[in-house]
């Protein structure tokens, strides 16, 4: 399927934060079906997910059975699709509860217990059992092509990069990224690093950004500006962001598409530069 950017802006950057925050709480039956079912591995990347272009969807890594269970963000709906990507049941999110739509993919795995993920999410009514409502579907389709956009970005980038890893998008924050790891011989938590990838939005920052983050804090912190419009990020974390604001006033899809890959490439080599690479 040829992968085509889609221009954002349809809707305002910020104005989709109740359909974010309901997708997200969404997403999480994929992870506890993940974390119940398939090997663990490190990172607890098996219960990350990954985008289908051609379904508009969030989407595991097969189960051994070879099925994946998917979250299409438009249609706002659950799906459980054969090997071949072909939807053999599907469970519409709209006015059920997030309990319903884990005893809904509990039933694929009958000797499995689904347990809602340890981590901290961020704090909606459906976690306390309010039924979902979805929001608005252009709004979803806008965050859609959020996700969409962003792993064309970012794959690009991850494919022409030596040490860099897929990208997928992990449930804990509902970002999407990839890491480049530039030391693979060394601990984790010590190895030089670089991390990439698109946020739908959080807490602090309630709307779309691009990030790339050097790993460890470097301490020479003279910080360029770019011509893409990024900016730097120092409170939460260091590292160079590109928000949504700044992105869709770059205009047409051809405008906006350049101007990501302008800014992860500036901020890739600016944040080599400040590791000493």
Same mark, same amino acid.
């Given at each position: 399927?040829?992968?085509?950017?889609?221009?954002?802006?349809? &809707?305002?950057?910020?104005?989709? &934060?109740?359909?974010?925050?309901?997708?997200?709480?969404?997403?999480?039956?994929?992870? @506890?079906?993940?974390?119940?079912?398939? !090997?663990?591995?490190?990172?607890?990347?098996?219960?990350?997910?990954?985008?289908?272009?051609?379904?508009?969807?969030?989407?595991?890594? =097969?189960?051994? @059975?070879?099925?994946?269970?998917?979250?299409?963000?438009?249609?706002?709906?659950?799906? #459980?699709?054969?090997? !071949?990507?072909?939807?053999?049941?599907?469970?519409?999110?709209?006015?059920?509860?997030?309990?319903?739509?884990?005893?809904?993919?509990?039933?694929?795995? =009958?000797?499995?217990?689904? %347990?809602?993920?340890?981590?901290?999410?961020?704090?909606?009514?459906?976690?306390?059992?309010?039924?979902?409502?979805?929001?608005?579907?252009?709004?979803?389709?806008?965050?859609?092509? #959020?996700?969409?956009?962003?792993?064309?970005?970012?794959?690009?980038?991850?494919?022409?990069?030596?040490?860099?890893?897929? *990208?997928? /998008?992990?449930?804990?924050?509902?970002? /999407?990224? @990839?890491?480049?790891?530039?030391?693979?011989?060394?601990?984790?938590?010590?190895?030089?690093?670089?991390?990439?990838?698109?946020?739908?939005?959080?807490?602090?920052? =309630?709307?779309?950004?691009?990030? *790339?983050?050097?790993?460890?804090?470097?301490?020479? +912190?003279? !910080?360029?500006?770019?011509?893409?419009?990024?900016? #730097?990020?120092?409170?939460?974390?260091?590292?160079?962001?590109?928000?949504?604001?700044?992105?869709?006033?770059?205009?047409? =899809?051809?405008? +906006?598409?350049?101007?990501?890959?302008?800014?992860?490439?500036?901020?890739?080599?600016?944040?080599?530069? %400040?590791?000493?690479?």
């Amino acid at each position: 399927m040829k992968r085509e950017w889609k221009e954002l802006g349809a &809707v305002a950057p910020t104005d989709f &934060v109740e359909e974010r925050l309901q997708l997200h709480w969404a997403s999480q039956p994929l992870s @506890s079906a993940a974390q119940a079912v398939m !090997t663990p591995l490190p990172g607890d990347s098996h219960t990350n997910l990954g985008w289908n272009h051609e379904r508009g969807a969030l989407t595991t890594h =097969p189960f051994p @059975s070879g099925h994946v269970a998917e979250l299409r963000v438009a249609e706002f709906a659950l799906h #459980w699709c054969d090997a !071949t990507g072909v939807s053999v049941d599907c469970f519409a999110l709209d006015g059920e509860t997030l309990e319903a739509a884990n005893g809904w993919l509990a039933e694929k795995f =009958p000797d499995v217990a689904l %347990q809602r993920r340890d981590y901290d999410m961020p704090e909606h009514a459906v976690a306390n059992g309010a039924t979902f409502d979805g929001g608005d579907r252009v709004k979803r389709e806008e965050l859609a092509s #959020w996700f969409a956009t962003s792993d064309i970005a970012l794959t690009e980038v991850a494919i022409a990069t030596p040490g860099a890893t897929s *990208v997928r /998008s992990w449930p804990h924050h509902f970002d /999407s990224g @990839s890491l480049i790891v530039i030391e693979p011989d060394k601990d984790p938590e010590e190895a030089l690093s670089i991390g990439l990838g698109m946020s739908p939005g959080d807490a602090l920052t =309630p709307q779309p950004y691009y990030y *790339v983050i050097p790993y460890p804090r470097p301490k020479d +912190q003279e !910080t360029p500006s770019f011509p893409s419009g990024g900016a #730097w990020e120092r409170e939460r974390f260091y590292g160079a962001i590109l928000t949504g604001e700044a992105l869709i006033g770059s205009g047409e =899809p051809a405008a +906006q598409e350049a101007r990501v890959r302008g800014f992860i490439s500036a901020a890739i080599n600016e944040c080599a530069r %400040q590791l000493k690479l």
